[in-house]
């Protein structure tokens, strides 16, 4: 499948393509949609024609929580994963049998493609639970029967002293952990020799981080890509060459479009990434908009798999990601909004702290509800935080501020400053 | 009778940075209100500025109009015998009282020295440092 010729796969897709649009027509939304559009599924003959299709938006999967874009009914549905939504209620992912069995299936394949097997001992350092990154590496890594350690995250030092005590050659983590990892592990005086492989994924990074991450981890390491409406990780990934990620075609199909307009853009040029799901049963989605940045890379890829995409560059939308977790400026200021303590204006500063992101918030106070108590301040001050903890997942620092303190936005509210830079 | 010794203390939220006091203190000096006397309260990032001022009503309306966050919180001024003991005789009233003390801070003028308190039984403390011969302060002395 993975050097499949291209006529074939293009024949593959169509197929695909027009079981994916029918069990997509089970879902009340697209129902809509299409009748919205005036297209059919049946109208679909190319891969081309595709782009008569409506988009699809995440704000649009939210509407639905928590169950109302699954296309089986919830008997057939083995698992439940979610991610951030935009504000307030998060996405809901779920998956039947087959589709757990699809998404190990491509995660086996990448971990595979760069020469991993059972030989291998898996440390699996990133969150486990409802975030898609633990399971989903897990399933994949069990399957072409690697020693797996779900370690999941925290714990630096444990974590450290069970590569060395286990003998660990893989693994994998976001980036940003990594150098964390490799920081400690110094510190230790502990050089991690068994490890090779380095698998990094869930928030962007540049190729000097790449450099560094090699040099002090003492590893090769592979760029991930994924997301948790199209399963989770695994979607696409980079190959021994390490320039471009193998997006699977198979599965997937990506257009390319200009954000603004909606157009597709032509080959080569970058854009925001829109993918058809091609195998998705309790999930199907039809051209959906990721707001990932990239672009499908021309020419041959020496390994003799097919289309690479760049690696991700940037967002089309607002989206953060903080410590490998989606957050949207419009959650924060949904939680704001509700708290009757919280005045009008609000800043977001994020910054890497020792490797790690921080999320500082500075909140005006309102005018009203002021005792003079410096308790009752503390107690304002902790109760924000645990709300937005509850929404984001994410530990953030919350500073009060006077109100009228913070800067006043004519037209759009700058409201997140970035001070991390590049990694 | 009790109530005429309920002194009203401002209370001011400030940001944890510099320049803050200056802002407050000079609004206060601009629009001619004196301190009698003053602490401030740090917490994780920001502060509470609580004073004793000639006059808490204009004080706070020139700090609110300025932006401030300001609240008016009932203490107490307990007139001390400016000598070793001093402190600890009015604690010990208090505390034989069951009173908890929130917070105190203190001041020694001319006239001798107050200990101002923030009690969680404000009435109560009153009448237990009036009946055991205590002096206090007068709301009607900050006006």
């Not at chain 1, 020792?354 to 918030?361: A, N, R, S």
Request: charged share 25%; glycine share 10%; proline share 4%.
């Amino acid at each position: 499948m993975e050097t499949i010729r291209p006529g074939e796969l293009a024949d593959l897709q169509l197929e695909r393509l027009k079981w994916s649009l029918h069990q997509a027509l089970k879902v009340g939304l697209y129902q809509r949609k299409f009748k919205e559009a005036g297209v059919s599924p049946d109208e679909i003959r190319t891969l081309d024609d595709v782009e008569k299709l409506p988009f699809t938006y995440k704000k649009e999967l939210r509407a639905g929580y928590p169950f109302g874009l699954f296309a089986t009914p919830l008997k057939e549905i083995v698992r439940i994963h979610t991610t951030s939504g935009t504000t307030g209620k998060p996405t809901v992912v779920g998956y039947t049998r087959q589709d757990l069995e699809n998404w190990s299936e491509l995660i086996a394949r990448n971990m595979t493609m760069i020469g991993l097997g059972e030989d291998d001992i898996f440390q699996n350092a990133v969150n486990y639970g409802l975030f898609t990154g633990g399971l989903g590496f897990h399933y994949g890594a069990e399957k072409i029967g690697m020693t797996v350690i779900p370690s999941a995250t925290g714990n630096t030092r444990r974590q450290i002293e069970m590569i060395e005590d286990f003998g660990v050659t893989v693994i994998h983590c976001t980036p940003s952990y990594a150098l964390h990892l490799a920081e400690v592990a110094e510190s230790m005086g502990k050089t991690l020799d068994t490890l090779k492989t380095g698998i990094f994924g869930a928030e962007p990074w540049s190729e000097s981080m790449r450099t560094e991450l090699e040099r002090r981890l003492g590893v090769k390491a592979y760029d991930s890509y994924g997301l948790s409406e199209m399963y989770g990780p695994g979607v696409a990934f980079e190959c021994p060459e390490r320039n471009g990620l193998h997006i699977w075609h198979d599965c997937y199909l990506v257009e390319i479009i200009d954000p603004e307009t909606g157009e597709r853009l032509a080959p080569g040029e970058r854009g925001e990434l829109v993918i058809t799901p091609l195998v998705k049963e309790a999930l199907p989605l039809v051209r959906y908009r990721t707001g990932d940045v990239t672009r499908l890379m021309d020419g041959e890829c020496a390994c003799g798999r097919g289309l690479k995409i760049e690696r991700i560059t940037g967002r089309s939308d607002d989206m953060l990601v903080i410590r490998g977790i989606n957050v949207f400026p419009s959650q924060i200021e949904h939680v704001l909004r509700a708290l009757p303590e919280v005045g009008e204006q609000f800043i977001v500063y994020i910054d890497r702290v020792k490797h790690l992101d921080e999320m500082t918030i500075e909140v005006e106070m309102s005018r009203a509800g002021f005792s003079g108590e410096l308790q009752d301040l503390a107690r304002m001050q902790k109760k924000i935080t645990g709300e937005l903890h509850n929404t984001l997942g994410l530990r953030t620092a919350v500073k009060l501020v006077e109100p009228g303190s913070l800067p006043r936005f004519e037209g759009k509210a700058k409201r997140v400053t970035d001070r991390r830079g590049a990694i | 009778m009790e109530k005429s010794y309920i002194v009203k203390q401002i209370s001011i939220f400030s940001e944890n940075r510099p320049g803050r006091l200056a802002a407050i203190a000079g609004a206060l000096r601009d629009a001619g209100i004196n301190i009698f006397a003053f602490s401030i309260a740090e917490a994780d990032g920001f502060g509470v500025v609580r004073a004793l001022v000639d006059r808490p009503d204009d004080a706070h309306r020139t700090l609110t109009d300025l932006g401030f966050r300001v609240s008016f919180t009932d203490v107490i001024g307990v007139k001390m015998r400016d000598e070793p003991g001093g402190l600890s005789d009015i604690a010990s009233i208090l505390g034989d009282a069951g009173i908890n003390i929130e917070y105190a801070y203190a001041y020694s003028g001319k006239d001798g020295a107050v200990l101002i308190l923030r009690v969680d039984q404000v009435e109560d403390a009153i009448r237990q440092i009036l009946g055991r011969g205590g002096e206090l302060l007068k709301a009607s002395l900050s006006r």
